[in-house]
């Protein structure tokens, strides 16, 4: 889910390299998952027992069971270090037989991963709402614009796994969660007043959240930090930033720390250009208002 993924989160959230889609279940993906199930079962570990010692959540780790996540590379060597060296050889054997569906986010089976565990998580956006954001009908209304278009099957899993994806907003009231989102982006209103009608209160609602802040960024803002496009952010547990950025199918990970850094400083400073939490929600009142 841009991050949208298009997300951090991605992000708009579109098939293909985009944040919204999630990983399709895949034969080597799901061998993988049942690999890592069996050898952990052979430890007589349970799931509640095995994630905090490779520090992973629960959930995230029935998802790589279950093959519907991609494994991050430090699972292997923290499953190794708990499991032994005989299980971890086993384990990287299936990790090496992982493959990549063509037109599947790869990059973003990654991201999806970091965005679940991220104690901070940030994102701008330029082109569309971001995914964590967007209500059902904006959802909706973008994947029947997708081209290619979506079969009747692929739509439905896009709309379900992007619905799922916004748990996270709830389900870790610890972790922080900052949008900055152009005005342009509302003053399109895209499929309509009713639908742009959702979206404003939607935002308005999730605003409320103690561990969200959304920031409109004015139409007319003479200094301006975003001219690089949109952007998406994660603090890992280990206190370690990584970035996402993605565009027309095509998506890419920053791991390295200067580039990641930069990206940081260009959010920070676009923080200080929009407008505050509280004017932002004062003016999706307005907007709504007038609809």
């Not at 994630?51 to 995230?60: G, I, K, M, N």
């Not at 384990?91 to 990654?110: C, N, P």
Request: charged share 25%.
């Amino acid at each position: 889910m841009t991050g949208n993924g298009v997300g951090a989160g991605g992000s708009s959230g579109q098939a293909g390299g985009n944040g919204s889609c999630e990983p399709e279940l895949s034969d080597s993906l799901k061998t993988f998952g049942a690999v890592l199930k069996a050898l952990r079962e052979e430890s007589r570990l349970t799931q509640e027992q095995f994630a905090p010692l490779v520090r992973y959540s629960v959930a995230y780790i029935a998802k790589i069971e279950q093959g519907k996540r991609f494994p991050p590379r430090d699972l292997l060597e923290r499953s190794e270090e708990v499991l032994g060296a005989a299980a971890g050889r086993v384990l990287g054997a299936a990790a090496r037989s992982l493959t990549r569906k063509a037109g599947l986010a790869s990059w973003f089976r990654q991201w999806a991963g970091i965005e679940e565990e991220a104690i901070s998580l940030y994102a701008y956006e330029c082109a569309v709402i971001p995914g964590l954001l967007q209500p059902e009908p904006y959802i909706r209304a973008l994947f029947e614009r997708r081209l290619p278009p979506l079969s009747e099957e692929q739509f439905e899993q896009q709309v379900t796994a992007r619905l799922e994806r916004q748990r996270l907003l709830t389900e870790r009231p610890n972790s922080s969660f900052g949008f900055i989102v152009e005005q342009a982006l509302l003053d399109r209103r895209l499929a309509g007043d009713g639908v742009t009608h959702t979206l404003l209160s939607t935002l308005l609602e999730v605003g409320r959240l103690r561990n969200v802040e959304i920031q409109v960024m004015p139409r007319i803002q003479e200094d301006h930090s975003g001219f690089e496009g949109p952007l998406y952010l994660a603090e890992t547990a280990e206190n370690r930033w990584v970035g996402y950025v993605e565009a027309h199918d095509c998506s890419m990970l920053v791991t390295d720390p200067k580039a990641a850094s930069a990206m940081l400083q260009r959010y920070g400073r676009m923080r200080s250009q929009a407008l505050s939490h509280q004017a932002t929600a004062s003016l999706l009142e307005q907007m709504r208002g007038a609809l």
